[in-house]
């Protein structure tokens, strides 16, 4: 089965200015997944969708951030205006089982790697 | 709240090196553990888990045991390849409801033919 997919694979942007990225989840997943991962530090989880409701959005700076899920199926993520310390790896993961990515069938992206000048 | 703790990286061993990347987790009740990698240029891919106390998790080689009186998660490999070279995320999740994935901050394995 083909994977997650997510574009664009890189992005570069000034501070204040505008992005959006864009995630595909593997057919039929249910639940998709938004994280974030700044360079030295762990995957930090910003949102979690089942099918196109939000079920965890408590980490999501939603003063700057936001997400939709149009349809239950693909998945955006922007941040408006962007500042220096959103320069991270932004991933994506999609997953069928209740049990989520701890779960062999759930699945993370290969990310989107924002830089902010 | 609920954390996890790695060693920090990289870690540099010769192809058939004896590997330990050491992990610890602070959490409230008894999670579930896991051990994810990530290769270069590739997504994060579940490796192993444990879920509770004295199980051991295992795959490709690589063993990891819950040990809930040191709260650790190490994970330890025989004989490393030189395609073992990736980063290693240890994590933790609650049982109970949404839940989410804790991530450690990663090791960066590097091997050497």
């Known amino acids: 089965e083909a994977g997650v997919a997510q574009s664009p694979r890189y992005k570069i942007i000034e501070k204040r200015q505008s992005v959006a990225f864009w995630c595909n989840p593997i057919?039929?997943?249910?639940?998709l997944y938004w994280y974030q991962q700044i360079l030295g530090q762990g995957p930090k989880l910003l949102i979690q969708?089942?099918?196109?409701?939000?079920?965890?959005d408590s980490q999501l700076p939603k003063d700057r951030f936001s997400a939709e899920r149009l349809k239950g199926v693909d998945s955006t993520l922007k941040i408006q205006p962007a500042k220096l310390e959103d320069s991270a790896v932004y991933l994506c993961?999609?997953?069928?089982?209740?049990?989520?990515?701890?779960?062999?069938?759930?699945?993370f992206g290969p990310g989107t790697r924002l830089t902010v000048l | 709240g609920n954390s996890v703790t790695q060693m920090e990286g990289p870690v540099t061993l010769s192809e058939e090196a004896f590997l330990t990347i050491n992990c610890t987790y602070t959490?409230?009740?008894?999670?579930?553990l896991f051990w994810y990698v990530q290769y270069p240029g590739e997504g994060l891919q579940l490796l192993l888990k444990?879920?509770?106390?004295?199980d051991k998790g295992s795959n490709k080689g690589f063993e990891a045991t819950y040990r809930k009186e040191t709260t650790s998660f190490h994970l330890e490999k025989g004989s490393v390849q030189v395609s073992d070279s990736a980063v290693y995320f240890c994590?933790?999740?609650?049982?109970?409801?949404?839940?989410?994935?804790?991530f450690g901050t990663g090791t960066r394995l590097l091997v050497s033919p």
């Open positions: 993961a999609s997953s069928s089982s209740g049990r989520g990515l701890a779960d062999p069938r759930g699945y």
């Open positions: 057919s039929g997943h249910a639940t």
């Open positions: 969708f089942q099918n196109n409701g939000v079920v965890d």
């Open positions: 959490a409230t009740g008894y999670p579930s």
């Open positions: 444990a879920t509770k106390a004295d």
């Open positions: 994590a933790l999740k609650m049982n109970t409801g949404f839940q989410k994935l804790v």
